[in-house]
């Protein structure tokens, strides 16, 4: 007759093995799986660039495009002419001009496009480095007769869920506006396009400096839609998380910590390139300019306290998950020391009567065994009916 102890000792020894393979046991493979569809890196990768000469012109990004297309847009209150450029050539001459002047390079990887473009119109070697070097971290940068200003634009994938990263580089001068973009798909430059071309607005009465301005405004606007997206999956995951926790919300978790360190590399550096701007002394940006630019600032400070709030959010979730699997397994645990419990006065009854002695009084009664029976039915059912009333069960 197997021993009452060591079933249940193995009973619980399997209880903790599945539940250590449900809980903690898949976790790596699952982050395995759900990481490989992102195509964003946290650390841009700059190993190729070692030994380069200090503004040697090399690009350092992958080729979104396969050709690269350059637009310019030249407008003024009455007047608005745009075009695509086929010779690079044709963008000389609108350095000088007396309307505002967008051009927008769409693609990265010519880096002889750029070059002759930087070149013509004065910019230094190094802001021509930085503008292909795709990973910058945002900042501004006041040169003589241009001021550079490199962002990270994002975009949601909302097949793959995951955050889609993109440099931009502005180049702002007297009446010109040079944009520098890696070519990813869905330019959210569209709807400033637009709104030049139906004359919404003031932009079409106002310099490059508002262009420049409208251009982060959008970059910052579509964070906060980002930040909705993530707003709606945590409530989701925290829900989930109550009802049904499971090791894939918990990879969903890590990818969404990783998303948001992607958020965080953008947006808090932002902060200071819009705190500068407004208080840059720059005879380029106009002093009714610099309060919208005031108005962008606040904008970032807005999405740094909802992205800090996620973020505390997401390390609470983790702590929510750790707790629920702990209450399930204290659940399990409840029960099986139930079970042991009430099997502890049956076995000590099975183990008396068990005894090989020759002479014990009850082996002789003619109804001992079912009068035995009885006693541990009674033991049995007395002690669930307790536990019940307890409401331990």
């Excluded at 699952?30 to 090399?58: A, C, D, I």
């Amino acid at each position: 007759m197997p021993d009452p102890k060591h079933i249940l000792t193995s009973a619980v020894r399997e209880t903790l093995d599945v539940a250590y393979s449900r809980t903690i046991g898949h976790i790596p493979g699952l982050l395995r799986e759900v990481t490989g569809f992102l195509n964003t890196e946290l650390v841009p990768k700059k190993s190729h660039k070692v030994g380069k000469l200090p503004g040697e012109v090399v690009y350092t990004g992958k080729r979104r495009i396969e050709t690269v297309t350059v637009e310019v847009i030249d407008y003024a209150a009455e007047v608005l002419t745009e075009k695509a450029i086929k010779n690079i050539d044709e963008c000389f001459p609108l350095r000088d001009s007396t309307t505002v002047t967008w051009i927008n390079v769409e693609g990265l990887h010519d880096t002889d496009l750029v070059k002759q473009l930087g070149e013509h119109f004065g910019l230094h070697p190094l802001v021509m480095e930085d503008i292909v070097s795709t990973g910058q971290r945002p900042k501004t940068e006041d040169h003589e007769g241009h001021i550079y200003i490199v962002l990270q634009m994002l975009n949601y994938d909302e097949k793959a869920q995951v955050i889609v990263r993109e440099q931009v580089s502005l180049i702002l001068g007297h009446n010109f506006l040079l944009t520098f973009q890696e070519g990813v798909e869905g330019d959210l430059f569209d709807v400033i396009r637009e709104r030049i071309r139906n004359g919404a607005g003031r932009i079409r009465n106002r310099g490059a400096d508002y262009l420049a301005y409208s251009l982060i405004d959008t970059v910052v606007d579509y964070y906060f839609i980002i930040l909705e997206k993530f707003g709606e999956a945590i409530e989701q995951i925290e829900a989930d998380l109550l009802e049904n926790p499971s090791t894939k919300l918990v990879a969903q978790l890590h990818l969404m910590k990783r998303e948001m360190a992607i958020l965080r590399r953008s947006v808090y550096p932002l902060r200071e390139v819009v705190g500068s701007l407004e208080r840059s002394e720059s005879k380029l940006i106009l002093k009714d300019t610099r309060r919208y630019i005031r108005d962008a600032y606040d904008h970032t400070i807005e999405v740094i306290e909802t992205l800090e709030t996620f973020r505390d959010m997401l390390s609470g979730m983790f702590d929510l998950y750790l707790s629920s699997i702990s209450n399930r397994m204290n659940s399990v645990m409840q029960v099986l020391a139930l079970v042991g419990t009430i099997f502890i006065p049956l076995t000590f009854i099975a183990g008396i009567y068990g005894m090989n002695f020759k002479y014990m009084p009850e082996l002789e009664l003619e109804n001992g065994y079912y009068i035995t029976l009885a006693v541990m039915a009674t033991f049995g059912i007395g002690l669930t009916v307790y536990f019940k009333k307890k409401k331990w069960w």
